[in-house]
């Protein structure tokens, strides 16, 4: 697995996630932190969510640390398509999902308990939303998976 650092589609969230932890590795393995659940910025349900039910729909093990958060990443393409965010996670969403994953309570925004907002569409990319827990997620992420497999091998 790689992290493709000059992917279009990474260079938003990489950046972000550089600028927050720039001392961070910009890529490792859950295995590479026996504490990983615990000591990488989000509560421990959000990365259960990431790296058991999401990582369990898809054809090959995606779990990775980018910048030190929990997340999936194509293994081909190296492209992020997952993330634990703190207490949420998001999701790149393929195109031909967005208005579904909208209509069911994914949205690009997020309002703290402090009242802070997070436009995580801003951050990352207009394909991304903040996952809402539900069943159909993980059929959004293997189109996506998908997408970026069919993309990887077009280039190579």
Not at 103 to 128: N, V, Y
């Amino acid at each position: 697995m790689k992290l493709d650092d000059a992917n279009p589609d990474n260079l938003l969230l990489i950046a972000h996630r550089r600028n927050l932890n720039p001392r961070a590795q910009p890529l490792a393995f859950p295995e590479s932190n026996p504490y990983a659940y615990m000591n990488l910025g989000s509560h421990p349900d959000i990365v259960e969510r990431v790296w058991v039910g999401l990582n369990s729909g898809l054809p090959v093990d995606c779990r990775a640390i980018v910048y030190g958060a929990p997340a999936l990443v194509h293994p081909n393409a190296g492209v992020v398509f997952a993330m634990a965010y703190g207490t949420r996670y998001v999701l790149r969403i393929a195109e031909a999902f967005l208005p579904v994953a909208l209509a069911r309570g994914c949205t690009p925004e997020q309002t703290w308990s402090g009242g802070a907002k997070t436009d995580i569409g801003a951050l990352f990319g207009p394909d991304w939303l903040f996952g809402n827990w539900i069943q159909e997620e993980s059929k959004w992420l293997f189109a996506t998976y998908e997408r970026l497999e069919n993309a990887f091998c077009r280039r190579a």
